[in-house]
């Protein structure tokens, strides 16, 4: 019977995963420029996504982050208020700008 | 160049993005951004990657890996949208809902899927829309890619025509929405939605369980996604939950706003004057990389070296790889392997080449399908806003001392 079982139990485990536990992402420390009103940033970028996204980006002109942020605004409802999406916008010209 | 100069060139050329430079001229398509360093960190199931973000996870092909026509699960690609993705799924309990304009709602479990249908595999490229980003100039919107977005697999599954053909479609079904299970931030953000419509899904199209005859690893979209061979992977659903058959279009942001082109026959338009009218990605265009060697090998001058690398496109088949070493000036034809995993899959070609020259060489791969599309040099590829379907002749620079 306890051999049946074992066979019973071999012929199930196909279905298990190779990973049969919760996986674990890693957390990786992007090096985001510091500056004035990172608070801001930190809390309103970091909900959703990584400082990776803004660094990987490359540098980019004012229109650019701004048609960014209203993306994460109208597209993805981020809760972002208008103040808070001008700092943003003008840490991010300030440190990742391409000077347009 | 001295031989310092080179490397120094070459490391400069790698850290671009991260120093917030650019090194090319304004405004003309170049060689994407190449040899990037894979990370100190390991995501589940893979070998470091290039990482460019761990919330959602993004994780490029380092080049050399793409000389073999599959590329290993633990080192293929990883590309999600949303900050939340499922770290655990019980494959026990995990079912598809398949409903809307269906005869009768199906929820199947891994299990049912596995010996209640027909299973089939399909070798299949999966290609970002985006791969290739960071050729465009100005920067375009997005990750700035390198060239290894992508990665080629056998997929088994099941046909979405028999499970839908399980389900039975009402007469007026037309679009069917796929939805995964990654998870947003707020409540009001959009769900990863794709929608297709019924007439462009064919027998190629399935439901994948396993890739390269292993469990899809967690980050490619355990334990079930859907595999579109010859479409751009922005459709290719990971941690499938859900398919709903309509009979309406259902205006979805990543349908609408992401993952389109320009609707013009260049695809392309002025930075200062976008073209407002535009069209999704959906099939790949002609495309090849080296794999072998990469930008900064020293090669012996008079010593034998094989060029290997890949060709695919979105399943017309590739018809030749051709090869230059002299800046473009004289092209070779490459060898192909015998294209037996199929025409959705990468063709392998090789190139026997002996340097005859000390310096820089630059080794230039160009592949032609059987329509006769070739690629394009990178200079000649005018820019759209989302940097996609990037598709110049590949160049790797080595040494030859």
């Known amino acids: 019977m306890k051999k049946l079982i074992l066979v019973a139990l071999l012929a199930l485990t196909p279905l298990a995963a190779q990973v049969d536990?919760?996986?674990?992402?890693?957390?990786?420390?992007?090096?985001?420029?510091?500056?004035?009103?990172?608070?801001?940033v930190q809390g309103q970028c970091l909900m959703c996504h990584s400082f990776g996204y803004i660094i990987n980006q490359g540098p980019q002109s004012r229109k650019h982050w701004k048609h960014v942020i209203k993306k994460m605004v109208v597209a993805f409802k981020a809760p972002i208020s208008d103040k808070d999406a001008k700092i943003v916008e003008d840490y991010l010209v300030e440190h990742y700008g391409n000077g347009k | 160049?001295?031989?310092?100069?080179?490397?120094?060139?070459?490391a400069l050329t790698a850290g671009a993005v991260g120093l917030g430079i650019t090194t090319s001229e304004a405004g003309e398509t170049h060689q994407p951004i190449d040899n990037r360093k894979v990370s100190k960190h390991t995501f589940p199931e893979k070998r470091p990657l290039i990482t460019y973000s761990d919330r959602p996870p993004l994780l490029e092909t380092p080049r050399d890996v793409f000389t073999s026509v599959l590329t290993p699960n633990d080192q293929f690609f990883v590309r999600w949208h949303m900050p939340d993705i499922p770290t655990h799924i019980d494959p026990d309990t995990y079912t598809v809902k398949i409903n809307g304009l269906v005869d009768q709602e199906l929820n199947i479990s891994l299990n049912d899927l596995k010996t209640k249908f027909e299973q089939v595999e399909v070798t299949a490229v999966l290609q970002c829309g985006g791969n290739s980003r960071s050729a465009f100039t100005p920067i375009a919107g997005g990750i700035q890619w390198g060239n290894g977005a992508m990665g080629c697999a056998t997929w088994k599954g099941v046909r979405l025509s028999d499970i839908l053909a399980k389900a039975g479609l009402k007469k007026d079904a037309e679009w069917i929405g796929f939805n995964g299970s990654e998870k947003v931030a707020y409540y009001e953000t959009p769900n990863f939605i794709r929608e297709l419509e019924i007439s462009e899904l064919d027998d190629h199209v399935i439901l994948a369980y396993e890739m390269n005859g292993e469990d899809l690893p967690y980050l490619n979209g355990y334990p079930l996604r859907l595999v579109i061979p010859g479409n751009y992977s922005d459709s290719w659903v990971k941690m499938l939950s859900n398919i709903t058959v309509t009979n309406k279009y259902r205006s979805l942001f990543f349908m609408d706003v992401a993952y389109r082109v320009p609707d013009n026959d260049c695809e392309c338009e002025d930075p200062e004057k976008r073209v407002k009218k535009t069209k999704p990605i959906t099939k790949m265009n002609v495309k090849s990389i080296i794999g072998y060697p990469t930008t900064g090998t020293e090669l012996n001058n008079k010593s034998h070296v094989v060029v290997r690398g890949l060709a695919w496109d979105d399943g017309h088949g590739?018809?030749?790889?051709?090869?230059?070493?002299?800046?473009?000036?004289?092209?070779?034809?490459?060898?192909l392997?015998?294209?037996?995993?199929g025409r959705y899959a990468y063709r392998a070609f090789r190139f026997a080449y002996k340097p005859n020259t000390y310096g820089e060489v630059t080794i230039m791969s160009k592949a032609i399908n059987k329509l006769g599309d070739e690629q394009p040099l990178a200079k000649d590829i005018k820019w759209n806003h989302g940097g996609y379907k990037f598709n110049g002749v590949d160049e790797v620079k080595v040494k030859i001392v």
């Open chain 2, 318 to 335: 590739i018809q030749d790889v051709m090869i230059s070493t002299d800046n473009g000036k004289t092209w070779d034809k490459a060898l």
């Open chain 2, 337 to 341: 392997d015998d294209g037996k995993l």
């Open chain 2, 1 to 10: 160049m001295q031989r310092r100069e080179f490397f120094k060139k070459a």
């Open chain 1, 21 to 40: 536990e919760k996986v674990e992402v890693p957390y990786v420390d992007f090096p985001i420029k510091m500056g004035k009103e990172f608070a801001t």
